[in-house]
């Protein structure tokens, strides 16, 4: 199983990998034509990463708590924080998105706009469903 901080430092590779208007999976890499960042997010990636390396933390936590044989409720109290703390990163990481990106491609407007709102969407049903 990936560590947290090698699924993020992934996540940043990949989204900053990307050239020109999207990638293979017809994405928006996130650069406009002069390959400048143009992610919803990048004002506050730092905030971001702080964010998730505490996630990281709470999320070792509770490995150690089980393996120093803790009591369960105490374990599930944890977990329930960390659950917490995801749900609170991914809700800012969508409202950057929709303030961003989709509205970028609102402008656009066409089936840029039509891609981005559909992609919103259903990230949207994904995170309800979580």
Known sequence: MEQPSQLSQESLEHQH???GAGDEAGHDSGHDAAGHAGHGYV???AD???RLKRIEGQ???????VESDQYCIDILTQVSAVTRALESFALAMLEDH???C?????VAGGDEAE???TEASAAIARLVRS
């Open 98 to 100: 929709l303030r961003h």
């Open 48 to 50: 971001y990463v702080r």
């Open 115 to 117: 891609a981005k709102i």
């Open 43 to 45: 004002d506050g990636r």
């Open 17 to 19: 990998a990307g050239h």
């Open 59 to 65: 999320t070792r936590g509770l490995q150690r708590m």
């Open 102 to 106: 989709v509205a970028r491609a609102t």
